[in-house]
């Protein structure tokens, strides 16, 4: 046998192009393999992450009904949260810590001369633990401004760096929202990028009820943000919830299809999102396996070149004692360095590419030991099966034949 | 003195478009260890496909074949590989060397079919192969670096490293001038004279001279089988 790997590579360095050639489609296909896999996996990573990140038992709540294909919805089905859904939530709610109404509006924020486009969240003080948010500075709104609908706002470290350049302390001073004068009564502790590259500290928080009133001038609620007591009892509070929704707004069937709004766990929102990721991987990686079949097939091709090239060595071994296993394995041999040599080659080089993304672009990259040792299993059944065929066919020749070809 | 080769009413066909090819027709004859025969005959009265049944390279039609008491008609492909590698050194017309391979790994190649050898013992065994045809000072070089009679040389040293029972030589001097030729056939009266056991095959009639047998064939027979009494000396 160690014969054998000898004389292979023997072989093989009389003709060193052309095995690096044949090795750059396996190199190819395994680094595009381990790329891939990389970049997949480093997304699924970033997905989970992210749930944590905005909390695992966070419960949203939207009007409408994305199942019914949003092509006939009116008006008011998109309108058909009511602050009434949220009284009844909080109070007969078992399974949440924590719920808070959502109205949303975009623009301009303004201070002296700077300004910073921004979208104000209306809430109530619950958001804080709903989000994961924490107070740096100063305080939170209190029920008392969301009674009065105050104009009282809490702002992240993004909104004090962009209006407050002269090092201000941003407490107490009064900033514009469209026409709305908003006085900042806390500023958030920075929570810094999240892992999809939103900048968590870009917010600005206000009592729902003055968003509702003074900017927005509507009664209903654009979403309910609540938090389960744990993770665990996530499916009990959204089944809680369902059924007081389906109740106040007098839906009598069980059908998912009819609700007029719509609960999303945190939960169900990462396994979609980690599902798609998953179909992306496959994808990618029967692209990239696919290079790596073309790849075997070059190696078939060489390999078959070879053995008709190679004709007369055969038949000189053959009259000098090689019996036709022993060619049989030579050129097994041959084709299995050549693919597990680009291989490892492309290990290194799918590692180096990813490593490369990884400092170079904002997508998150995970190398898995598992794709390399699949990979490296796959190149090793690739020699073997691509090579299988050629050496087959120089292990049946004929001696004299062989000798006297030319 | 052992008989080395021992054929009986050997014949070989070739079918070729339908038509049978009678290449060997019955032959008849054996040599003992020690001989220097060669085979003289016109082009396609049968040498070649003579030689290659002896060199166990081919398989005959019909008759018997025994190669130093052995019957090779009734063994697999695999056995006579193996009968090959370790009684019969084969020299061809034209060298058949590796390319791009020095002579000693040339020499070295059979014994690397053979488990019994390990590296340095095959290296050993090489050397003194080549010292045998007086290539000591060509161990290293590759075979596009030499010339045709060297190269045969180094085909010889592969033909003799294994210390095969017989050695078996097709043409051999086919491919060199007249006074290379003559140094090759040197060279195979040395190792004879060292006992090796020779056939030699040729159309040359001048070589017989030197062999001390000499076989002729004509359209698959045997015409004339003759001992050398003025055998000549280089
Ligand atoms: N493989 C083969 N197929 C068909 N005919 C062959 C084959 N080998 C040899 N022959 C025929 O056998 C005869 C003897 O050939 P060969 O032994 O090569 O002659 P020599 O070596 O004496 O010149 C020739 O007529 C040749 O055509
Ligand atoms: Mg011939």
Redesign the interface.
């Known amino acids: 046998m160690g014969?054998l790997i000898s004389?292979a590579l023997?072989a093989l360095g009389?003709n060193k192009m052309r095995c690096f050639l044949t090795m750059l489609g396996i190199i190819i296909g395994v680094s595009s393999v381990i790329v891939m896999l990389a970049i997949g996996q480093g997304s699924k990573e970033s997905i989970k992450e992210q749930v944590s990140e905005m909390g695992s038992n966070m419960i949203m709540i939207h009007p409408g009904n994305m199942k019914r294909g949003g092509v006939a919805q009116d008006a008011s089905s998109m309108q058909s949260l009511k602050l009434k859904d949220y009284e009844n939530l909080k109070e007969e709610c078992e399974y949440i810590s924590a719920i808070s109404p959502v109205v949303n509006s975009s623009g301009q924020l303004i201070y002296g001369a700077n300004n910073h486009p921004c979208s104000v969240n209306g809430c109530n003080e619950d958001y804080l633990e709903i989000r994961k948010y924490k107070i740096n500075s100063g305080e939170m709104f209190t029920q008392e401004d969301i009674r009065t609908a105050a104009k009282v706002c809490v702002v992240g470290k993004t909104v004090v760096d962009k209006l407050f350049t002269d090092g201000e302390d941003p407490l107490g001073r009064t900033i514009r929202f469209g026409s709305i004068p908003l006085t900042i009564v806390g500023v958030l502790e920075s929570k810094g990028y999240n892992s999809m590259g939103q900048d968590q500290d870009d917010c600005v928080i206000a009592p729902y009820t003055t968003i509702q009133k003074r900017v927005l001038a509507i009664t209903h609620l654009q979403s309910i943000f609540a938090s389960a007591i744990s993770e665990e009892l996530t499916d009990k509070a959204t089944e809680e919830m369902t059924k007081i929704l389906r109740r106040n707004h007098r839906i009598e069937t069980d059908d998912t299809d009819l609700d007029d709004f719509e609960i999303r766990s945190q939960e169900e929102l990462a396994t979609m999102m980690s599902s798609m990721s998953d179909i992306m991987t496959i994808l990618l990686s029967c692209v990239a396996g696919i290079s790596l079949i073309v790849g075997g097939i070059g190696i078939m091709n060489i390999m078959y070149v070879s053995v008709t090239e190679r004709t007369?060595?055969i038949?000189?071994?053959?009259?000098?004692?090689?019996?036709?296993?022993?060619i049989l394995l030579q050129f097994l041999v041959e084709s299995i360095i050549i693919s597990v040599a680009g291989g490892i080659l492309g290990i290194v080089f799918g590692i180096a590419v990813s490593s490369f993304l990884a400092i170079f672009s904002t997508w998150r990259i995970s190398i898995s030991v598992f794709s390399i040792i699949i990979s490296f299993l796959v190149c090793s059944i690739v020699g073997i099966f691509f090579g299988w065929y050629p050496a087959k066919k120089a292990s049946r020749l004929n001696?004299?034949e062989a000798?006297r070809y030319e | 003195m052992g008989k080395i080769i021992e054929i009986r009413d050997l014949k070989r066909f070739f079918l070729v478009g339908g038509e049978t090819v009678q290449a060997l027709k019955g032959i008849n004859f054996s040599i003992e260890q020690g001989e220097f025969v060669t085979i003289m005959g016109k082009s396609g009265s049968g040498k070649s496909t003579l030689l290659n049944i002896l060199g166990c390279l081919d398989v005959q039609s019909e008759g018997d074949y025994f190669l130093d008491g052995v019957d090779v008609r009734c063994m697999s492909k695999d056995e006579r590989a193996v009968l090959r590698n370790k009684k019969i050194g084969f020299v061809f017309q034209s060298y058949n060397l590796l390319a791009k391979t020095t002579s000693i790994e040339n020499v070295e190649l059979p014994l690397m079919y053979n488990s019994s050898y390990n590296k340095i013992q095959r290296r050993q065994m090489a050397i003194k192969a080549l010292e045998m045809v007086g290539l000591q000072n060509r161990l290293y070089h590759k075979s596009n670096q030499m010339s045709g009679g060297q190269q045969q040389r180094v085909a010889i040293a592969r033909a003799l490293v294994n210390n095969p029972v017989i050695i078996l030589a097709d043409e051999a001097t086919g491919n060199l001038d007249t006074k290379t030729s003559f140094e090759i056939l040197a060279l195979f009266q040395e190792l004879h004279s060292k006992g090796s056991t020779i056939v030699f095959v040729t159309h040359n009639p001048e070589i017989a001279d030197y062999s001390t047998r000499n076989i002729v064939l004509q359209d698959g027979i045997v015409i004339e089988d003759s001992y050398n009494k003025n055998r000549k000396i280089i």
Not at chain 1, 316 to 326: F, I, N, W
């Open positions: 014969n004389i023997k009389n007369k060595e038949g000189l071994r053959m009259s000098v004692g090689a019996r036709g296993k022993d001696p004299i000798i």
